[in-house]
């Protein structure tokens, strides 16, 4: 795939300190701001520039990165955009275009791909299997606070999802990994099982953004740092989604944004092997874990993102 992952996510929030006070405690790393207005934070892999957050009257997805190989790369997206009859502009290693339906700008950038060491697996006991003699678990003795990785995926609601899907795979070259039937498509441009889901929803909005971790240590590390002090932050997991099959906890940003930590997605290194399922929303949502609260399928602020206000 000539493709390989999100670079970057632009946020717009209406209370950017606030917001930006809540990516630091989540784990993501503060960069010195390049202009007044726009925040950057980076990520242990992904590098100094993945999530950027300014101001903006409502909370919404303003523009998504994407890393290609070389300019044949643009090219083909270029071509494919156009007989979609969607307008794009190639400008030195970038082209950027617009989704049609949701307004969400889209940059597809020539970079490096990113070069992610092992980690190796901390000792466990299992059965029969005693790997970790006479130690209590290492991650007792983890103190750090919990840094992300990357950028793994963002979720979108789309007021025309079928038409955000067709720009997504026929223009930009996505793959469609699973589908919930009547409800979302999950799609890839790396090997991770999506790099991008998008649902019907009857107006357009960040459902969440994604963002890895080594394990499911980490993810309930960092989940105990971010609602410390903060309860209301709290809106799903711990569990094991069916879709993807990663670990997962969803909280929420001061703006009404969800932030997912996962661990061990599932990864798709040979198209010809995987076959794309259906499944129903009950079950692809998770294996084990609590209940999917309906903030989930229709965000709580639905009717002030409808209106226009927040």
Not at 6 to 26: H, K, Q, R, S, W
Not at 30 to 49: I, K, L, M, S
Not at 193 to 202: E, K, R, S
Not at 273 to 293: K, R, T
């Amino acid at each position: 795939m000539s493709l390989h992952g999100l670079t970057d996510i632009t946020l717009g929030v209406p209370n950017v300190a606030e917001t930006m006070e809540y990516y630091a405690t989540f784990g993501l790393i503060p960069q010195p701001a390049a202009q007044p207005a726009e925040h950057w934070f980076g990520t242990v892999n992904g590098g100094t520039r993945q999530l950027r957050i300014v101001h903006a009257p409502i909370r919404t997805l303003l523009c998504v990165g994407i890393g290609a190989d070389d300019r044949d790369d643009l090219g083909r997206i270029g071509a494919s955009l156009q007989r979609l009859g969607i307008s794009s502009g190639i400008d030195g290693d970038q082209l950027t275009t617009t989704e049609p339906v949701t307004g969400l700008k889209v940059s597809i950038s020539i970079v490096p791909r990113i070069n992610q060491q092992p980690v190796p697996p901390p000792p466990y006991n299992t059965p029969g299997n005693i790997e970790r003699p006479n130690l209590r678990a290492a991650s007792l003795l983890r103190t750090a606070p919990v840094r992300p990785r990357r950028l793994g995926h963002v979720g979108i609601g789309s007021p025309d999802a079928a038409a955000s899907r067709r720009f997504f795979t026929d223009g930009i070259g996505f793959k469609v990994s699973d589908e919930v039937k009547d409800h979302a498509t999950f799609m890839r441009c790396s090997t991770d099982h999506h790099n991008l889901v998008i649902q019907g929803a009857p107006v357009y909005f960040l459902h969440h953004s994604s963002w890895e971790v080594d394990d499911i240590d980490e993810i309930g590390r960092g989940a105990h740092a971010v609602l410390e002090g903060h309860p209301e932050r709290h809106t799903w997991g711990i569990g094991r989604h069916w879709v993807g099959a990663n670990f997962f906890y969803y909280l929420r940003d001061p703006a009404g944004n969800l932030s997912e930590y996962f661990s061990d997605m599932d990864e798709i290194l040979d198209d010809q092997l995987w076959h794309p399922g259906v499944f129903d929303v009950e079950s692809a949502a998770n294996v084990w874990g609590p209940p999917m609260p309906s903030s989930l399928i229709e965000p709580d602020d639905l009717a002030a993102l409808m209106a226009g206000l927040h």
